[in-house]
């Protein structure tokens, strides 16, 4: 997901602030699911991420940026090593940030069971045509609340959020295409979660962006409607006190130099 400079100017951030990693650490504690947030490039929100895998053990942990598939291949050798994790993966051509960034979280990760809820491609191309609800079928839509449509001021300030993130450069066709996909790719985290938790009793933790880590859209959404007795609480990383969205903590890191994420979207001349 692109965060363009003029998304970033409207942030706001609901939740208790965490000076410490150790007060988020107590923060976070005996909670069935926990949502680790996070801005994917920045080195620190991963650092922290491992701390608290390690500090937490939790049995499972669920990941933004593997597939089901890929994650039944992981195991506590694997994980181990940087390198071997990558290739398997095949992590150079993922299109996330090089993996040296994610590596510790992985290696904190070994003495857990492994979930991946990255929807392929070629199957996210055909949920958005057939619709997402269709996708998961019907009881599961049922089960996790996409079998309904989000409210007409929702879907509004979701296009309106995705158009500022994308540089007020996409057509308006595509908006509501892009918020079907944020949520086919909310309600497959939550989905992994779900699976997790059922397998293995918890505690599961979820590594994913900020974006799906919101407590007032994002996979607790849906998590919490398919569990409605589990305790999830949800960890947003913020840069230099910048977020947007709901959680119920909030950890502050100094931001990271990248370039103007617009310019991907001006034309020359």
Known sequence: MIASAAGLAALCVSGARADTLSGALDALRGADVVILGEVHDNPMHHQRQAQLLLELQPKAVVWEMITAEQAGGLDPDTLADAEQTA??????????????????VFAAAKGARQYGALVPREEASEALEQGVAAYF????????????????????????????????????????????????????????????????????????????????RGLAVYLAKARP???????GQSEDGLISGQFDLVLDAPSVERPDPCLAFRKDG
């Open 87 to 104: 290739k398997q993966l095949g992590w150079d051509a993922s299109g996330w940030p090089e993996f040296r960034l994610y590596a510790p």
């Open 229 to 235: 007795d589990a305790e999830i609480r949800s960890l």
């Open 137 to 216: 079928g019907v009881e599961a839509s049922a089960r996790f609340g996409l079998d309904q449509p989000l409210p007409d001021a929702e879907q509004a300030a979701r296009e309106a959020d995705q158009q500022a993130n994308h540089c007020n450069a996409m057509p308006l066709e595509m908006l509501p295409v892009l918020v079907d996909f944020q949520r086919l790719r909310d309600a497959s985290l939550a989905a992994a979660a779900d699976k997790a938790l059922a397998d293995t009793g918890g505690p599961v933790a979820v590594i994913t962006g900020n974006g799906h880590a919101r407590t007032d």
